[in-house]
């Protein structure tokens, strides 16, 4: 079992690549680009940003590359994912019309759920049985070290050649994961007859997608990642704006964010490994608590030395949520069709990163302040609570 071992934290080591590659060009690196485009080619800043709207792609393709990834199973899926990545970055050099960047920021999209948001589950939950939590967090810890990386790099590449070689680049850097998705990735450990007799085989156990979908639990889990995952686009996008707004300048405020990004990794890491002793939706209900006690700081402790407090308490909140909510997947409805029913999941919950990012803006031009969306996010935020403590798995997958 010691070779299992060490190949499947070579599969995490993988992952964590893909992770850090997708998230980091795909998230972080984008609005260093703009300025780029809009000199080059004239657009506006709400055409450019436009683009972004069409994130919700992923959820459809969800739909399509989680059934597949369940049957034809993690790799051949994995790869395709990533020609179409790293082929909408290599031909964005020649584009020269808004809907050529339109069109190419699609099939991004199209491709990150197969890449980051779907094997990463089942793969972790195969390989690591008994330290599912730890080997998660490290695994998505690569989303917050791509943040760090790619907002740093972005720039300077830029100025050292230009934005065309640049999204060049990131495509190539996309292709060179082919060869390893192809060593590394083997969708289960090879294990002996008698220890398959002597151990429950966790990953053949679990409920299909249609019959997730009649439960309670499920209907339960939507509502609280709902919730949940309003932090995602309406929270951390107007940390700079807020800070900047009380007072404190932009180059404190970005550096902020970036102290945050990097608690995210710690929190994806520890909060992992709690879910290992603790059950995962406990655990997700602590990371709430925890925001909504960051989010208090910011609107009702000034500029002074306590506002910054909030930077650990919701770094560490914040980002453990990534690494919480594959794993509460699997314990709700098991590992055999992961992939079919996280697809799913992520199609409902995507409402929340629509929605939330201008019902905030529309709250900052009412109000001049952020402090009354927080306090409406925070109201939301015990609601998803409640809908945790609800959400009771559909059946005995995993134990702590």
Not at 13 to 38: A, D, K, N, R, W
Not at 219 to 245: G, K
Request: glycine share 10%; aromatic share 16%; charged share 10%.
């Amino acid at each position: 079992m010691n070779l299992n071992l060490h190949q499947g934290w070579f599969i995490a080591f993988v992952l964590f690549l893909c992770f850090t590659i997708t998230v980091g060009v795909l998230q972080y690196s984008f609005g260093v680009f703009v300025t780029p485009l809009e000199t080059a080619f004239g657009w506006t800043r709400t055409e450019i940003n436009g683009s972004v709207a069409l994130f919700s792609f992923t959820g459809i393709a969800g739909l399509v590359a989680g059934p597949l990834l369940d049957k034809y199973g993690s790799k051949p899926v994995m790869v395709f994912s990533v020609v179409l990545l790293g082929m909408s970055f290599v031909f964005r050099p020649f584009i020269t019309e808004l809907w050529h960047y339109y069109f190419l920021s699609l099939v991004s999209y199209a491709g990150m759920p197969g890449v980051v948001m779907l094997p990463v589950g089942k793969l972790i939950g195969m390989w690591f049985p008994d330290t599912r939590g730890r080997a998660m967090g490290f695994t998505t810890a690569g989303a917050n070290f791509g943040g760090f990386i790619f907002s740093n790099i972005t720039d300077p590449l830029i100025e050292w050649s230009n934005w065309q070689n640049t999204f060049l680049i990131y495509g190539i850097m996309f292709l060179c994961l082919i060869p390893l998705i192809l060593i590394a990735i083997k969708d289960s450990p090879s294990v002996d007859i008698s220890e398959i007799e002597n151990e429950s085989n966790d990953q053949n156990s679990g409920l299909s997608a249609k019959e997730a979908l009649k439960t309670k639990t499920f209907f339960y889990l939507i509502i609280a990642l709902l919730f949940a995952s309003v932090a995602y686009q309406s929270v951390l996008t107007q940390v700079v704006p807020h800070l900047e707004n009380i007072g404190i300048s932009r180059t404190t405020a970005g550096a902020a964010l970036g102290v945050i990004a990097i608690f995210g990794m710690v929190g994806k890491v520890l909060l992992g490994y709690m879910s290992e002793f603790i059950p995962s939706r406990y655990v997700f209900i602590g990371a709430l608590l925890a925001q909504i006690l960051a989010m208090m700081i910011m609107i009702f402790a000034g500029t002074g030395w306590l506002l910054w407090t909030f930077v650990p308490i919701y770094g560490i909140a914040f980002g453990g949520m990534g690494s919480l909510i594959p794993l509460i997947v699997q314990d709700s409805f098991g590992l055999k069709n992961f992939a079919s029913i996280f697809g799913l999941v992520n199609f409902f919950i995507l409402p929340a990163a629509l929605l939330g990012p201008p019902l905030v803006g529309i709250s900052f031009d009412a109000t001049g302040s952020y402090s009354t969306a927080f306090i409406w996010i925070s109201l939301g935020f015990l609601l998803g609570c409640w809908a945790f403590i609800m959400a009771k798995p559909a059946g005995n997958f995993f134990s702590n």
